[in-house]
């Protein structure tokens, strides 16, 4: 990943199945062929992650990103 925005700081999150849907903000984020987290440069403040696939429970959460901080965590969809 590219330095931090000025104001912002790092988000990096693994999602179980890799093939969920992502959508952070209301935009759909895409993992990298091969790439089981998703890291992304967002500006500080409070963030809406959503993760969806069919068969599976839907996980929504708020994420507080802080400046210059990498926030990083694990999501597992239950069926």
Do not use: C, M, W, Y
């Not at 990096?12 to 199945?17: A, H, Q, R, W």
């Not at 993992?31 to 599976?56: C, D, M, P, T, Y």
Request: no cysteine.
């Amino acid at each position: 990943p590219g330095t931090a925005p000025r104001n912002g700081g790092t988000l990096s999150v693994g999602i179980e199945p890799g093939d969920a849907e992502i959508t952070l903000d209301g935009q759909r984020q895409t993992l990298r062929s091969g790439q089981n987290r998703l890291v992304i440069q967002l500006e500080e403040g409070v963030h809406r992650l959503v993760s969806q696939k069919a068969g599976f429970q839907t996980f929504e959460t708020d994420l507080q990103i802080r400046r210059g901080r990498t926030l990083a965590f694990n999501v597992s969809l239950a069926k």
